[in-house]
């Protein structure tokens, strides 16, 4: 979060993987199964959160263009990465033995 | 989550603990601004969802006694904590990082 506004989340982080892969945004949204607004907005969202600009979109504004991260997105997105898998080891380890507690069904 | 039904979870998590408090469903409820009956369909919830009961009415069913946590319910209160705070643990370390990327406000 940065104020009121969603920062960086699941799938922002997502759709900076589909436009490294596709290279624009459009193809990203279309990926994504999102409005090509939609993701656009999600873009623009990132990149005024930020103090550097996470993708590029080379003919930049509200136009269909290329579009491809920048080194701070790659960073950001790599670190969100390592945060998920963090968290996912943690519970994992711990989950397990609750777990074990359960019954197989829930009783009637 | 067991089949269709949230076996555990920080709302069930705070209820055992207002229990072991005070020492009554009926009391739990009123300290968290619940209904009686939502807080006993929550123990009722859990008390099938685990192998073993997690909280001890000690007039039982729908009556309003005293109640307890088991073993089996200081237990698992115990390991959801803990796994609580290894979540905290291990977001924290990765979050300040990715954090200072930030701007302090989101450029208008």
Redesign the interface.
């Known amino acids: 979060m940065?104020?009121e506004?969603i920062?960086?989340g699941p799938g922002k982080a997502d759709l900076l993987d589909a436009i490294a892969r596709t290279g624009s945004i459009a193809a990203a949204a279309r990926d994504m199964e999102m409005s090509y607004r939609r993701a656009w907005l999600l873009v623009d969202?990132m990149n005024?959160?930020?103090?550097?600009p996470l993708v590029n979109s080379t003919s930049g504004g509200n136009q269909r263009g290329g579009a491809s991260l920048t080194d701070?997105g790659h960073?950001?997105l790599r670190?969100?990465r390592?945060?998920q898998q963090?968290?996912d080891?943690?519970?994992d380890?711990?989950?397990a033995?609750?777990e074990q507690?359960?019954?197989r069904?829930?009783?009637?």
Chains 1, 2 share one sequence.
Do not use: W
């Open positions: 940065l104020g506004e920062a960086f969202a005024r959160c930020f103090r550097n701070t960073d950001v670190q969100y390592a945060l963090s968290l080891a943690a519970a380890a711990q989950r033995s609750l507690m359960l019954r069904k829930p009783a009637p």
